[in-house]
């Protein structure tokens, strides 16, 4: 279980990922040797998983990314895992996400440019299994984007 | 767009793996001195190829057992607010991200939840009342493959 302390040392983290050990156990008031053995714990229970490097895709050569929302037949037997299994092997999906709502599926479709992207959707996207229907909603910019949440 | 070596591919690699090696493991992972590495990561962040960092953290063992995608569409007389939606959107704690985008809705958003009726007040209280916000579909995440 968390306490308030270890709560606002999560919060000094999340909220600047770089900062040292000496400078979170500053700005959450408690010595390092404690802090350290405080966020020692939080990893060990799992509660921080690691960190992670952000990295803008348009400076990869990347300048499409498009969010696909697909309906399933589910008539058709063993359809997710048919399906899930084919969209792994395309290299560009960079997420798949089973839902509950009004779409079965969400995946993330990275490409070059918008002929590159045209390109592996006729090929590798529509060649998929058992799609009842398919939606597209095209990246413009990002506004916000993070794993933290509030504690 | 930035001229990237196979030596910076490498490097990127090895910290998508691990975002929190340090210069000297990431030298180990790519065959690099620490000081060489230091200076190639060091340039990348200035290239804005590397953008920034983030802690990542267990949200159910934070108690947050939900994550919904939401598509909203603004009201047609709400484009005018749109200025307003996102800078009121973007302040919302439970809201990770925001995405502006072309298709059937105009902004997808992912929001993190205690549970079901957690998400019932957040879209209720925080989401509905934002300035010019029309259509709002709701995807609960089951699953990441």
Redesign the interface.
């Known amino acids: 279980m ?1 306490d308030d302390t270890d709560r606002r040392i ?1 919060r000094q ?2 909220a600047d ?2 900062a040292s050990v000496a400078t979170v156990a500053q700005r959450a008031g408690l010595s390092h040797a404690p802090c350290w053995r405080r966020i020692a714990r939080m990893e060990r ?12 895709q ?4 990347l300048e499409v990314q498009v ?1 696909l ?1 697909i309906t399933l037949d589910k008539t058709a037997r063993n359809a997710f895992d048919a399906f ?1 299994a084919e969209a ?1 092997t395309i290299p560009e999906v960079t ?9 079965d599926i ?1 995946m993330d479709v990275t490409a070059r440019d918008l002929a590159h992207y045209q390109q592996i959707y006729r090929d590798r996207i529509m060649a998929l299994p058992h799609i009842l229907d398919l ?17 | 767009m930035t001229e990237l070596d196979a030596t910076d591919h490498a490097i990127l690699d090895a910290l998508r793996g691990d975002g929190g090696l340090n210069a000297k493991q990431v030298g180990d992972a790519v065959g690099l001195s620490q000081p060489a590495a230091y200076r190639r990561i060091r340039r990348l962040e200035a290239d804005g190829v590397i953008t920034g960092r983030a802690l990542v953290v267990d949200a159910a063992k934070l108690g947050y057992g939900v994550t919904v995608f939401l598509g909203i569409k603004l009201a047609a007389r709400g484009r005018t607010a749109m200025a307003d939606f996102e800078r009121t959107v973007i302040s919302i704690p439970e809201v990770q991200l925001v995405q502006q985008v072309i298709g059937l809705y105009d902004y997808r958003l992912r929001v993190v939840a205690q549970d079901l009726s957690d998400f019932e007040r957040i879209l209720r209280r925080r989401i509905m009342t934002l300035p010019g916000v029309g259509d709002v579909e709701s995807n609960v995440l089951l699953g990441d493959e």
Request: no cysteine; glycine share 8%; net charge positive.
């Open positions: 968390l999560l983290m999340q990922p770089a229970d799992g509660v921080i998983k690691g960190r992670q490097i952000l990295i803008d348009r400076k990869l050569g969010f929302r899930i792994r997420a798949i996400q089973t839902l509950l709502g009004r779409v969400r939606e597209s909603l095209m990246l413009v910019s990002e506004l916000k984007n993070t794993q933290a949440v509030p504690v």
